[in-house]
């Protein structure tokens, strides 16, 4: 009997594979749009797994073709009229939150959103039907935490410390149930640079995103009731945030003091150039330079020592574009302070001279 050499073995499990992925449709890594009618008709097609390049999908591009499946990258921001117009039973898949994924729920098209393995992830179970994220095991770059923990758990918050310290992660999908995120929750994950919220977090507790010095923008949901430890001292919510550039105020916290929010949760966020929300564009300058500095007399702890100085630092910011705001009025409040501490002493003398009456 003939021995089939090993070549010949290896060259027919190769056409193997290539005749069962015949049906799987890629594309150039750099490919950014697809033309209009490109694959029209095609009955050759059963996936299609777009470039993450990609931005456009031209007019009828797959329209009455047999593609089943595609995959619509994050990049997506443009969908052709009708480009999938007779595609039977098409599903779709992608990253949540997507643009890709807004088209699917207009046009009806059945979409998969891509997580990462509840495996991955340990739980704790408050009660029979919500679960807190308290660690993650996995790798990568890219974390969407599940809705589900298990068939029967819902994803509601995220533990204390659940992701401290870690410099992997980069972008960050949280889920759509989720109420609450713990404290340090994500403090010193030097790398993030993303995170997806949605509406119906409520709890952002101290230093959740402390120190994430490459988070470049906050857009939080109007949901939002508390953020940080909501006592003085505690770590702000976003502190120390070096990249942060943009920052959403909820509008359920119109009613909390702008100075408290700002000089707690945004401490040291040197390139915070864009505060979101009509209460703070309206009320600014009722917070500004001369407020801050008007506000409160001088301690000799360590709490009050870092208040100073922010409102000292803030005097120079609000400077350097709002100079015509309350001319002089450091030294104003220097001459008040002055005042207060002589008034004070001529009350204790007052008080010493009638203590020594009533003796005698």
């Known amino acids: 009997m003939r021995k089939i050499p090993w070549f010949a073995l290896m060259l027919f499990l190769a056409l193997c594979i290539c005749c069962a992925q015949a049906d799987v449709l890629t594309f150039p890594s750099d490919l950014t749009t697809i033309a209009e009618e490109a694959f029209a008709g095609d009955t050759s097609l ?68 891509i997580s990462t393995p509840a495996e991955e992830f340990a739980f704790s179970f408050p009660n029979d039907s919500e679960a807190t994220v308290t660690g993650w095991m996995g790798e990568g770059e890219t974390v969407i935490i599940p809705e589900m923990a298990d068939e029967t758990h819902r994803v509601t918050a995220i533990g204390n410390d659940a992701f401290r310290n870690n410099s992997a992660l980069k972008k960050l999908y949280l889920p759509t149930g989720l109420v609450s995120i713990g404290d340090c929750a994500f403090r010193d994950c030097a790398n993030l640079e993303d995170v997806v919220f949605h509406a119906g977090l409520k709890q952002i507790r101290q230093g959740a995103f402390c120190n994430c010095d490459k988070l470049r923008d906050a857009d939080l949901p109007d949901s939002v009731e508390v953020i940080g430890g909501g006592y003085y001292g505690a770590v702000g919510a976003f502190q120390d945030c070096d990249a942060l550039e943009s920052f959403h105020y909820p509008s359920s916290l119109t009613d909390a003091p702008f100075y408290e929010v700002w000089r707690g949760n945004l401490a040291n966020c040197p390139n915070l150039k864009t505060v979101q929300n009509g209460h703070i564009q309206r009320r600014r300058n009722e917070h500004s330079a001369g407020n801050l500095l ?54 204790l003398v007052r008080v010493w001279i009638n203590s020594a009456a009533a003796c005698c």
């Open 46 to 113: 059963d996936e299609a797994v777009l470039p993450e390049r990609l931005n456009a999908i031209g007019r009828h591009a797959f329209a009455y073709s047999s593609l089943r499946r595609v995959y619509l990258p994050e990049t997506l921001n443009s969908i052709g009229d009708d480009a999938f117009l007779g595609c039977q039973d098409l599903v779709a898949w992608g990253y949540p939150d997507t643009y890709g994924e807004e088209y699917c729920r207009e046009k009806g098209i059945p979409y998969e959103a």
């Open 294 to 347: 008007r506000r409160g007399v001088a301690g000799r702890n360590r709490h009050t020592r870092y208040r100073d100085r922010y409102r000292r630092e803030r005097l120079q910011q609000l400077r350097g574009t709002d100079s015509h705001l309350y001319p002089g009025s450091d030294i104003l409040h220097c001459k008040r302070r002055i005042c207060e501490s002589w008034r004070g002493f001529g009350d």
